[in-house]
């Protein structure tokens, strides 16, 4: 079992200089509907003014692995990223974005504002501007879907559709 709190606190550096701080902690529950509490396993501290939300996000993967997804969003239009680890029997293991590489390869800087993959169905999508298209109003979409090998999510399939 997986969950995350969200926690929030302000810091009174000086009569006129407060600082909002929120913190992502992920937990685990070694054995379900146990009477254990829950352990942490990763957290990440930051700040509001900076990022509009970080949310983890974890699916099971064969061999007893987890899959640990973070993404990271910034306030404005500024889009969000994400980034992956693998989670075993030893430390959480950073994977490599083979997929990313392929769009960028394939659409050159015409990824701007990040990408998502959903982590249960390892599909994902991401913007794929022009050079006159708006920032808020990119003319394509990359759907595709990825695949673990090794400590990479490739892609696996790709398909480009218009937005309008």
């Given at each position: 079992?997986?969950?995350?709190?969200?926690?929030?606190?302000?810091?009174?550096?000086?009569?006129?200089?407060?600082?909002a701080?929120?913190?992502?902690?992920?937990?685990?529950?070694?054995?379900p509907?146990?009477?254990?509490s829950?352990?942490?396993?990763?957290?990440?501290?930051?700040?509001r003014?900076?990022?509009?939300?970080?949310?983890?996000?974890?699916?099971?993967v064969?061999?007893?692995?987890?899959?640990?997804?973070?993404?990271?969003?910034?306030?404005?239009?500024?889009?969000?990223?994400?980034?992956?680890?693998?989670?075993g029997?030893?430390?959480?293991?950073?994977?490599?974005?083979?997929f990313?590489?392929?769009?960028?390869r394939?659409?050159?800087?015409?990824?701007r504002?990040?990408?998502?993959?959903?982590?249960p169905?390892?599909?994902g999508?991401?913007?794929?501007?022009?050079?006159?298209?708006?920032?808020c109003?990119?003319?394509?979409?990359?759907?595709?879907?990825?695949?673990?090998?090794?400590?990479?999510?490739?892609?696996?399939t790709?398909?480009?559709?218009?937005?309008?």
């Amino acid at each position: 079992m997986w969950v995350f709190g969200e926690y929030q606190r302000s810091w009174l550096l000086a009569a006129d200089d407060t600082v909002a701080e929120a913190e992502i902690v992920l937990f685990t529950r070694p054995v379900p509907n146990s009477a254990d509490s829950l352990q942490p396993i990763w957290h990440y501290r930051y700040e509001r003014e900076m990022l509009r939300s970080v949310r983890p996000q974890v699916a099971a993967v064969t061999g007893g692995a987890v899959l640990l997804s973070i993404d990271e969003c910034v306030n404005g239009t500024g889009g969000c990223s994400q980034s992956f680890a693998l989670l075993g029997h030893g430390s959480p293991q950073a994977l490599g974005l083979g997929f990313l590489d392929s769009l960028n390869r394939r659409f050159p800087d015409a990824i701007r504002h990040g990408f998502h993959v959903d982590l249960p169905t390892l599909r994902g999508s991401a913007a794929v501007y022009s050079a006159d298209d708006a920032n808020c109003c990119p003319q394509r979409i990359a759907e595709f879907s990825v695949r673990l090998r090794g400590a990479s999510l490739e892609l696996a399939t790709l398909r480009l559709r218009r937005t309008n």
